[in-house]
């Protein structure tokens, strides 16, 4: 069997490059010396949705475009892409050798589809793409002949309403994308014949208002996109009939207000980025199988007992996210009727405690396993605060500045951020119900940690969570307090054997500095005595006075009060010094 399906394989593929030379040589054959070809073929392979060869046309215009396609025999290729070209009109004639099942035409500057322009190939289209044009608006001729077609996407282009049956005749659409076009109004019953429609997609436009009966007629609708448009005001009925709807994203607009219930295959619901300043003022009820609500982006302040009641009937319900509003107050029962919950989103908001009156409100959600509140105002983590069942907490961006040593406990943590807070430390047990084998992303990262030397156990702690680390941020101290705080037995020694050393030079310098002191005090002392004793022994000279004053007779006079004696004309007085 599996040498058959090679071989199958083999085959097919062979025949792909044959068919693909032969409508090579048919554009070579068509262009002009010194020109590109206008196109080429693609064996399966360029576009990964299609089966079979593919005929791309690039950045030529409509005579060189619609030459190629003429040239070859009549073939019917899996898809024709043209792109980047210059096409600003569609002639009836253009495929009438090449007939796609898929049609694609972006970025063209088209404008106009003749009537009938694609009649040749309609039977056959099951695709057909004209994104990001200048079409300005749909017709029903532009559609004429196009009954099998399943797929249509006029996205990017300047549509600026839809009109009561223009769609009439494409029964058989199965997806209609019209994003990112000007449309204000669509009028009732557009869509009435669509009763085959799985996705209807008008998103990025500027639909203002949306009446009661803009869907009817889409009984097998799956999914329905909305959002990113001017919604003000919504008939809620409007929704009432969709009754095989499981995706309804109104996120993006403008409304107060929500009103939905009966959806019974509902399964995501957004409706972020609104003017809600109330869950009061949101009605949900009879929605069994909704998975996904989304409130992000909104006005919230509050989450109050009662606010979620009318979801008690949502068991289904797997993720809560109420992200980025302003919510600052959550009741202790506010999360009872949605106690199923898995995940829970409360990041950008402006809570400072995970509990009230002493209780934490998480307490009814006894399956989640994710929580995410970043970007808080949280200032502690309690023991009791958190459900034992989390496998991933995301409490980074806060003002963290206590987490209770038993805060994790019984918990099986795989994700844990908890960086950028005022953490100064953690009780060595914080992380003793986190295994490694588990642990796939911890960052505790940007705090302000302090370290005490034979306290410290964080470091050591994060080496031994290898790859599982992910933070990027300040370690402070704990990046080196092993290093810092590590002791060698001999260094050890060394640094008493040092220490006695300067306490005995310290001693020793301190007498030292007694004995200088004393020595210099009996010296002064000694100095003082010396003076008293010699003073009245001392006798100026003649010849000393002579040097200080110059007038030195009535000097001298005057201060020894003694005669002169007659000068001696006898001898010398010898005198000498005997040695005792």
């Known amino acids: 069997m599996l040498r058959l399906l090679i071989f199958v394989l083999i085959v097919a593929y062979a025949r792909a490059e044959t068919e693909c030379d032969a409508f090579d040589k048919a554009f070579k054959a068509a262009t002009d010396i010194n020109e590109t070809e206008a196109c080429k073929c693609f064996h399966k392979g360029f576009d990964a949705t299609i089966d079979g060869i593919t005929i791309g046309c690039f950045g030529q215009t409509l005579p060189h475009v619609s030459k190629a396609l003429h040239s070859v025999n009549e073939s019917f290729p899996e898809k024709v892409r043209i792109w980047d070209c210059h096409i600003t009109i569609i002639p009836s004639d253009m495929f009438d050798q090449v007939k796609p099942k898929y049609l694609s035409i972006e970025r063209s500057y088209l404008a106009l589809l003749r009537e009938n322009a694609l009649g040749t190939i309609g039977p056959r289209l099951h695709g057909l793409y004209l994104r990001y044009n200048h079409l300005k608006g749909v017709n029903r001729s532009m559609l004429q002949g196009l009954s099998s077609l399943r797929e249509l996407d006029l996205s990017g282009n300047r549509i600026g309403s839809l009109v009561t049956g223009v769609f009439d005749l494409t029964p058989e659409l199965r997806e209609l994308s019209i994003n990112d076009n000007d449309i204000t109004t669509i009028e009732d019953g557009t869509f009435a014949k669509l009763t085959s429609l799985k996705k209807l997609s008008l998103s990025g436009n500027q639909i203002s208002l949306i009446t009661r009966n803009m869907f009817k007629g889409l009984d097998s609708l799956e999914v329905l996109n909305l959002q990113n448009n001017q919604i003000t005001s919504i008939d809620w009925s409007a929704f ?341």
Request: aromatic share 4%; proline share 3%; hydrophobic share 40%.
């Open 240 to 580: 009432a009939n969709l009754k095989q709807l499981r995706t309804l994203d109104l996120g993006t607009n403008h409304f107060t207000n929500v009103e939905l219930r009966g959806l019974e295959n509902l399964q995501k619901l957004f409706l972020n980025n609104n003017s809600i300043n109330s869950l009061k003022r949101v009605s949900l009820r009879d929605l069994p199988s909704l998975i996904l609500l989304s409130l992000d982006r909104n006005s919230i302040s509050e989450i109050a007992d009662g606010d979620l009641s009318g979801l008690a009937r949502s068991t289904r319900l797997e993720s809560f996210t109420i992200a980025a509003n302003n919510i600052s107050q959550i009741s202790q029962r506010a999360f009872s009727p949605i106690q199923h919950l898995n995940v829970l989103a409360m990041q950008n908001n402006q809570l400072t405690t995970l509990t009230k009156d002493g209780q934490s409100y998480l307490r009814p959600l006894r399956r989640l396993t994710t929580l995410l509140v970043s970007g808080n105002q949280l200032r502690a983590i309690g023991e009791h605060d958190l459900p034992r069942t989390l496998l991933v907490l995301a409490a980074d961006h806060n003002l963290l500045e206590k987490i209770d040593v038993k805060a994790f406990d019984g918990m099986t943590l795989h994700k844990l951020y908890i960086n950028n807070n005022k953490l100064p430390f953690l009780h060595r047990h914080t992380f003793d119900s986190i295994s490694f084998d588990t642990l796939e992303a911890i960052d505790i990262t940007s705090n302000a940690w302090q370290c005490v030397c034979g306290e410290e156990w964080l470091g050591d702690w994060l080496e031994k969570a290898g790859d599982s680390d992910v933070g990027d941020g300040v370690l402070g101290c704990l990046a080196t307090a092993a290093r810092r705080c590590a002791v060698d037995p001999q260094m050890e020694t060394d640094e008493v054997r040092s220490v006695w050393v300067t306490v005995t030079a310290s001693i020793l310098a301190a007498v030292s500095l007694l004995i200088l002191i004393a020595i210099a005090f009996l010296y002064i002392s000694d100095g003082k005595q010396r003076v008293v004793l010699m003073r009245p022994l001392v006798r100026r000279t003649d010849s000393d006075l002579h040097k200080l004053i110059g007038d030195v007779d009535p000097l001298i006079a005057r201060d020894l009060g003694a005669p002169r004696k007659p000068p001696s004309t006898g001898e010398k007085k010898r005198v000498r010094f005997e040695d005792n």
